[in-house]
């Protein structure tokens, strides 16, 4: 008999930035030993003025 993966549940406020990036690192950390699922809260608000723009540089201030 298989295990079953342990299931987490990241959430936030968007579901923009927070709670899908700590689900995917968490799916990374877990393997196939976690199902991560991510959620906000409010749901169809636009993304808040610190998600828009270029997040690739994450090093700066």
């Known amino acids: 008999m298989t295990a079953r993966p342990r299931r987490l549940l990241t959430v ?3 579901n923009h930035c ?3 990036l700590a689900a995917l690192i ?3 950390l877990g393997g196939p ?3 991560v699922h991510s959620a906000g809260t409010q749901v ?3 993304p808040g003025a ?3 723009g270029d997040q690739t ?3 700066g201030p």
């Open 12 to 14: 936030c406020l968007g």
């Open 18 to 20: 927070r709670s899908p």
């Open 26 to 28: 968490l799916g990374e």
């Open 33 to 35: 030993a976690v199902e």
């Open 44 to 46: 169809g608000r636009p």
């Open 50 to 52: 610190r998600a828009d």
């Open 57 to 59: 540089d994450m090093t």
